[in-house]
Nanobody, 126 residues
């Protein structure tokens, strides 16, 4: 059984920074992509960022480009999300997620991700 455990959420003022961390534990773990999604109240869960195991490529949704940075450590099975210049519209529950071993997936789609963390709340006040 694979478990993803997030940490690092909290309350921050607009313009501030937070760093989210996610660690995978359990049986031998192989994932082509590890990334982050978020879900605001009353909205669908949406893609934020992901990192490829194969070539370390990173992908972001347009609204966070230039503000968020994802980093992945394959040896440790961890993925972090550095969030700078936070805005009130970034407020959501953030979920860490991981795909299976195949790289032939749509890494932007939540349906490609097999494993999910429990979520961590990020609140940005104006």
């Amino acid at each position: 059984q694979v478990q993803l455990v997030e940490s690092g959420g909290g309350l921050v003022q607009a313009g501030g920074s937070l760093r989210l961390s996610c660690a995978a534990s359990g049986r031998t773990f192989s994932s082509s992509f590890m990334g982050w999604f978020r879900q605001a109240p009353g909205k669908e869960r949406e893609f934020v960022a992901t990192a490829s195991w194969r070539d370390s490529s990173t992908y972001y949704t347009d609204s966070v480009k230039g503000r968020f940075t994802i980093s992945r450590d394959n040896a440790k099975s961890t993925v972090d999300l550095q969030m700078d210049s936070l805005k009130p519209e970034d407020t959501a529950v953030y979920y860490c997620a991981a795909t299976g071993p195949s790289s032939r997936v749509n890494a932007y789609s939540r349906y490609a991700y097999y494993y999910w963390g429990q979520g961590t709340q990020v609140t940005v006040s104006s």
